[in-house]
């Protein structure tokens, strides 16, 4: 969407309301990935890179069971866990991020997950949009998840120019209000995998 000579207070209303459209449009917005606790989120998250939050749910129902926390996941053989999480690809950076943070958690956390962004990132496999993920859905702190869906639809909306997730999260929070931006993700997260496709956009079905 190329908008021209728009100030930024119009940029802004603008994006509020596209907002709240969406609210309208997926009431029911919220993370589809299935856990029952902060180390089984922070784990799918992981495991959700370049693929589906689908083939991530199938996996997740036997791989906690064999190890339910960090603890036990701390150690796992790291042949082990390639085999159960093989079918989300890049399964042995992915095992290997698993295996570290696990470990991670244990020796400097007791075993649980940080509430921080500060702790967080420093776990291995965890930046910035993992950690979002965890800290607005597990503990109630806002952020943006500058995921690819939310990426490339604020690139649609002009709410930002770039295809870095930094600075499309910089851009991104200077419209909106703190407390909106978890819940604004999800929002854009639902439309992009619903309706604003990357390759074919159902722009005749787009609220």
Same mark, same amino acid.
């Given at each position: 969407?190329?908008?021209?000579?728009? *100030?930024?207070? #119009? $940029?802004?209303?603008?994006?509020?309301?596209?907002?709240?459209? +969406?609210?309208?449009?997926?009431?029911?917005?919220?993370?589809?990935? /299935?856990?029952?606790?902060?180390?089984?989120? %922070?784990?799918?998250?992981?495991?959700?890179?370049?693929?589906?939050?689908?083939?991530?749910?199938?996996?997740?129902?036997?791989?906690?069971? !064999?190890?339910?926390?960090?603890?036990?996941?701390?150690?796992?053989?790291? *042949?082990? +866990?390639? /085999?159960?999480? !093989?079918?989300?690809?890049?399964?042995? =950076? $992915?095992?290997? &991020?698993?295996? @570290?943070?696990?470990?991670?958690?244990?020796?400097?956390?007791?075993?649980?997950?940080? =509430?921080?962004?500060?702790? %967080?990132?420093? %776990?291995? @496999?965890?930046?910035?949009? *993992? &950690?979002?993920?965890?800290?607005? =859905?597990?503990?109630?702190?806002?952020?943006?998840?500058? /995921?690819?869906?939310?990426?490339? %639809? #604020?690139? !649609?909306?002009?709410?930002?120019?770039? *295809?870095? &997730?930094?600075?499309?999260?910089?851009?991104?929070?200077?419209?909106?209000?703190?407390?909106?931006?978890?819940?604004?993700?999800?929002?854009?997260?639902?439309?992009?995998?619903?309706?604003?496709?990357?390759?074919?956009? &159902?722009?005749?079905?787009?609220?």
């Amino acid at each position: 969407m190329i908008v021209t000579d728009e *100030t930024p207070l #119009a $940029k802004k209303r603008r994006a509020r309301k596209i907002y709240r459209v +969406l609210g309208e449009t997926f009431p029911y917005a919220h993370a589809e990935l /299935d856990f029952s606790n902060p180390f089984e989120l %922070l784990v799918a998250t992981v495991l959700s890179a370049q693929t589906t939050d689908i083939r991530v749910n199938s996996v997740t129902p036997t791989l906690f069971e !064999r190890y339910p926390d960090a603890h036990a996941m701390a150690q796992a053989q790291e *042949t082990d +866990l390639q /085999d159960l999480i !093989r079918s989300t690809g890049f399964y042995k =950076n $992915k095992a290997r &991020a698993l295996l @570290g943070l696990s470990q991670a958690l244990v020796e400097g956390h007791e075993g649980d997950v940080p =509430n921080t962004l500060e702790d %967080l990132v420093k %776990l291995p @496999g965890v930046g910035r949009k *993992t &950690a979002f993920v965890v800290l607005g =859905n597990v503990f109630g702190v806002p952020g943006i998840t500058t /995921d690819t869906h939310v990426i490339r %639809l #604020a690139n !649609r909306f002009g709410w930002t120019d770039s *295809t870095n &997730a930094n600075i499309v999260e910089r851009d991104i929070a200077e419209l909106f209000e703190r407390k909106d931006y978890t819940e604004l993700s999800h929002r854009v997260i639902f439309l992009g995998r619903r309706i604003c496709h990357a390759k074919r956009p &159902a722009c005749g079905a787009c609220p």
